[in-house]
């Protein structure tokens, strides 16, 4: 029985993998309120419904006996999320009947990204992954006297984003990786087969043609006037 019960239940693994899936939701709710150039198919309207609706029904239903965590703001937060995220799907579809080529798992630019920063910060979505986060943790900081619930939800999506934009970069750098892999071994393979040809068509040495043995012609023809020429020989 123990051992049964042992093996059904979920490794550490497992639950790694499901939990690095389940923080996407929360941070959606933040990058469609900050960005606005999500991807297409990640705006997915039955996404959208579940993860706000919901977060809307969690805080209904928090709403009694807890009146002090002042729950209507993050209702408030949460259509505006909603439809924040229903008008990018229009204009991503939009785009989409415009030819305009933009990737349709895009997770979205930062609004922080500005032009003056120092290369080293702009480079690999560093302010994506790390200044987007902090910002919006620090904002649902200062608004902790105000509502407390919306203040916990920002925080805690913050730290669901800071996570979701570092697996998503970690899944690309792979990509990358593997490619640049594939490249040095088509590199290598290409290098082979040309040593290959070369030495398959290089020129083979003849063999030598030897000694002659025996008389020419031109030499017997003499021989054979002379003899003719002078019976003695005979």
């Known amino acids: 029985m123990n051992q049964q019960s042992s093996s059904s239940s979920p490794s550490f693994i497992q639950i790694y993998a499901l939990m690095q899936w389940l923080i996407k939701f929360p941070a959606l709710t933040l990058m469609v309120m900050t960005r606005r150039d999500i991807g297409y198919?990640?705006?997915?309207?039955?996404?959208?419904?579940?993860?706000f609706g919901l977060l809307a029904v969690v805080t209904i239903l928090s709403i009694p006996g807890n009146e002090s965590a002042n729950q209507a703001p993050l209702l408030v937060f949460a259509l505006i999320g909603f439809l924040s995220g229903i008008a990018q799907r229009i204009r991503r579809w939009r785009d989409v009947g415009r030819g305009v080529n933009h990737h349709t798992y895009y997770i979205g630019s930062s609004p922080?990204?500005?032009?003056?920063?120092?290369?080293?910060?702009?480079?690999?979505?560093?302010?994506?992954?790390?200044?987007?986060?902090?910002?919006?943790?620090?904002?649902?900081?200062?608004?902790?006297?105000?509502?407390?619930?919306?203040?916990?939800?920002?925080?805690?999506?913050?730290?669901?984003?800071?996570?979701?934009?570092?697996?998503?970069?970690?899944?690309?750098?792979?990509?990358?990786?593997?490619?640049?892999?594939s490249i040095h071994i088509s590199e290598e393979q290409s290098r082979v087969l040309e040593q290959y040809e070369q030495a398959r068509n290089a020129p083979q040495h003849q063999n030598s043609p030897g000694i002659p043995t025996g008389l020419g012609d031109d030499i017997q023809k003499k021989i054979h006037s002379q003899k003719h020429s002078n019976p003695s020989m005979n």
Not at 41 to 51: D, K
Request: hydrophobic fraction near 50%; charged fraction near 20%; charge should be positive.
């Open 41 to 51: 198919r990640l705006l997915n309207p039955l996404i959208l419904i579940a993860v």
């Open 112 to 181: 922080l990204d500005f032009h003056w920063l120092p290369s080293f910060i702009r480079r690999n979505r560093r302010v994506a992954r790390y200044i987007d986060p902090i910002v919006c943790a620090g904002i649902g900081l200062t608004l902790f006297p105000y509502s407390p619930a919306l203040a916990a939800w920002l925080v805690f999506a913050a730290f669901c984003l800071r996570g979701f934009e570092d697996q998503v970069f970690q899944r690309e750098r792979n990509r990358d990786l593997d490619l640049a892999d």
